[in-house]
């Protein structure tokens, strides 16, 4: 794309008061969560999830979010709110839902790091869990021993007393656990678990000592009233430590940081058969310094590894991204969760419903390596698997990385652009919305910008150079049923039917389509184009161009004959080109067109440019449609008569409307044949505070029931 779109990516439309409010669909947010997931319980039957803070269909969740089947849904107290900061835990204790991590409020009560929900309020725990030498205390462990609830975490008061890594609650008060864990940089636990045979609390972390007894590195077992060692505990140079502990097959596993001596195959993960450690096959290598095992659960007889790491069973083993199975002989492959770069990884696992479910940071689950985009399923954050298949957790339409170009074809509503992914489906930077939702239909290996039908062929241009995996440059045809390459390529930024003939437009200029091969026409266009509409019988051109010799500058209109250069052209780039009537409207970041002023908006009536209004203050104006009557002007804006606009304004009989707040600009609007309501896309993830990410629909009310119940009827006559 042109270097102005680059830049207008990383630019913010300013945010404002709104001027003839308007209502957004709900249906555009992404499935699963859209913050890091730090903790995973079950509650009342409930899947509840813990982390950073969340938001679903423009309700903040705060923190913590319960999963109703469908959707997740906030824990809120009387004041509205879930928990002030971060949550890194939780458990069930006495008929109510404790939750815990770094926090100072909860439901709008004081609660300093931990606190519970009895399905109607929150309440504190005491006094809390405190850290003397920071703001809050950090609790990262949770778990119920012998009728008590202990934390542990990074803290060292419990109730204004002195504690150390770790504090139980008797139902009334806090108390110590022992002298507790010391030693080390920040001594802290992470990690718990209990043993009901042995009669034991299993307390991991970073610690070189428990109760005085100095041989538990990092890993101690607490039997209500001393702490004793497990083995050799699992030492290590600073920073090693214990994240994750659980009991497998009579023996207690405990995953890490971790790379023993003795076994060398216990690396990142190994188990405690009572006598020694094991390793698990050849471990998890040591592939990137990063490599950790922050999560470990038991599910179908297997157990499940969580973390941060891309294969399993020693270097050139199983490539499993983030999460592997371990079934006590081997390793298996589960496609692991991936999307997230380097900051991929599996952080909580419980088992809910009959599946296991992973939270962490991610995009999408099960994608087979190399990339299957037809194995995956988008899930933010958090998805379930259940043995052989991955499933999202939660409902959305949402994309990554918002499209450039929607198109009602005969094969449906077709979005294209940039994205890898369209709801719950993993694409190839196109898609098309069916009955259930997105809809994989061809995987490019670059974006696609543009589209338009040809002959009754669908034809798209981009920055691609492979279609399904074969060979096809910069444009390509559909035919309904395959893709073919157009000649050896051309375009990239745009495409248009003029005549019955094929243009395309982009980096280099433009050029069309004789039948056997792509040419040149008129005078040679240097630069960039990127728009191309046909309007009363010409092809016009907008773009970042001139014919090196100053008479076209960055518009252009083609006859079949000759070339218009609409009188001197504009002083700055074109973006967007609409007809409305008999007149041409031109978006873009000038400031004058045909020497005269036209602030972002011009008009061609046939003959001169004027400005539109009075134009538009910002950056550009990036799309145009006329809808009910009124003028849609989309785009990157700073004020209009005065008041402030975000992204979008409406002309209502003459006055400027802005409409609503945006967190980024719009790239493309369509007036839906079937329903007749107007969809915006572009680069953006809320509108009014309601998540949408790339794409929305208009609506008459915030209360869009779309999905749930209209959504087949919407797209069924596609």
């Not at 009669?199 to 538990?216: D, M, W």
């Not at 390793?331 to 969760?337: K, M, N, R």
């Not at 369209?422 to 239909?441: H, K, M, P, T, Y």
């Not at 794409?695 to 008459?700: A, C, E, G, V, Y």
């Amino acid at each position: 794309m042109t270097q102005h779109f680059l830049a207008l990516m990383l630019a913010l439309s300013m945010a404002g008061p709104a001027f003839g409010q308007v209502g957004w669909s709900q249906d555009f947010n992404r499935p699963g969560l859209n913050g890091r997931v730090f903790a995973l319980g079950v509650h009342d039957g409930e899947l509840i999830a813990g982390g950073l803070e969340f938001e679903a269909r423009g309700s903040a969740l705060s923190h913590v979010a319960r999963y109703d089947g469908q959707d997740w849904r906030p824990l809120s107290g009387p004041s509205g709110e879930g928990v002030s900061g971060l949550v890194r835990a939780m458990a069930s204790y006495q008929g109510e839902l404790v939750v815990a991590g770094r926090f100072s409020a909860a439901g709008g009560v004081p609660a300093s790091s931990v606190a519970t929900w009895n399905g109607t309020s929150w309440r504190a725990l005491g006094d809390g869990l405190e850290l003397s030498w920071a703001a809050e205390a950090t609790v990262f462990a949770l778990e119920v021993f012998d009728g008590e609830l202990y934390a542990g975490g990074l803290l060292d008061t419990a109730d204004g007393q002195p504690v150390a890594g770790i504090a139980r609650w008797d139902g009334t008060s806090w108390r110590p656990v022992g002298d507790g864990v010391h030693g080390g940089f920040e001594p802290k636990v992470l990690s718990l678990e209990v043993d009901p045979v042995a009669g034991v609390l299993y307390v991991g972390g970073e610690f070189e000592n428990a109760g005085g007894a100095s041989s538990v590195a990092n890993l101690a077992a607490w039997d209500g009233t001393n702490w004793t060692s497990v083995g050799t505990g699992i030492p290590g140079p600073a920073g090693t430590g214990v994240h994750a502990l659980k009991l497998f097959e009579d023996a207690l596993c405990a995953g890490g940081n971790f790379h023993l001596s003795d076994p060398p195959t216990a690396r990142r993960v190994a188990c405690f058969d009572g006598l020694a450690w094991q390793g698990l096959g050849q471990g998890i290598p040591d592939w990137d310094i990063s490599a950790d095992v922050s999560s470990l659960e038991v599910f179908a007889g297997s157990l499940y590894v969580g973390g941060d790491f891309i294969e399993v069973d020693g270097q050139g083993g199983v490539p499993s991204r983030a999460v592997a199975r371990w079934d006590g002989t081997n390793w298996h492959s589960v496609g692991g969760v991936d999307g997230s770069d380097l900051s991929t990884t599996a952080i909580a696992m419980t088992v809910h419903d009959g599946r296991l479910v992973v939270g962490g940071e991610f995009k999408w689950a099960g994608a087979a390596l190399p990339l299957d985009y037809g194995t995956a399923t988008v899930s933010w954050n958090i998805a379930a698997y259940d043995g052989g298949q991955w499933q999202a957790l939660g409902t959305g339409l949402g994309l990554l990385s918002g499209p450039t170009k929607l198109i009602e074809t005969p094969y449906g509503l077709i979005g294209m652009g940039a994205f890898f992914t369209a709801g719950d489906q993993l694409v190839g930077r196109i898609a098309r919305l069916g009955s259930g939702g997105w809809e994989q239909f061809a995987t490019f290996d670059n974006a696609v910008w543009d589209a338009t039908m040809w002959n009754g062929d669908l034809v798209v241009t981009g920055d691609f150079t492979a279609v399904d995996g074969q060979p096809v440059t910069a444009i390509a045809r559909y035919d309904g049923a395959d893709w073919h390459a157009i000649g050896n390529g051309s375009g990239g930024d745009a495409v248009a039917v003029f005549d019955d003939q094929l243009y395309a437009g982009g980096l280099g200029g433009v050029r069309r389509w004789n039948g056997s091969t792509w040419e040149s026409f008129g005078p040679q266009l240097f630069g960039q184009i990127n728009t191309m509409r046909v309007h009363a019988g010409r092809l016009f051109m907008g773009g970042d161009f001139g014919d090196g010799n100053g008479i076209y500058s960055d518009v252009a209109a083609w006859d079949g004959a000759d070339m218009d250069d609409l009188a001197g052209g504009m002083n700055g780039g074109v973006s967007v080109l609409y007809s409305r009537g008999d007149e041409l409207l031109a978006g873009g970041y000038f400031s004058e067109a045909g020497g005269q002023p036209a602030e972002r908006l011009a008009v061609w009536d046939g003959n001169v440019w004027r400005q539109y209004r009075d134009g538009v203050a910002g950056m550009s104006v990036e799309a145009l449609i006329d809808y009910q009557g009124m003028l849609y002007v989309g785009g990157n804006f700073t004020t209009f008569w005065g008041h402030p606009a975000s992204f979008l304004l409406r002309d209502n009989a003459g006055t400027w409307e802005g409409l609503g707040t945006l967190d980024g600009f719009p790239r493309d609007f369509l007036i839906d044949s079937t329903t007749g309501q107007l969809w915006m896309a572009g680069v953006f993830d809320a509108i009014d505070g309601i998540p949408s990410h790339g794409l929305t629909r208009m609506t008459d009310s915030t209360t869009d029931p779309i999905f749930h119940a209209g959504f087949e009827a919407l797209v069924s006559g596609r």
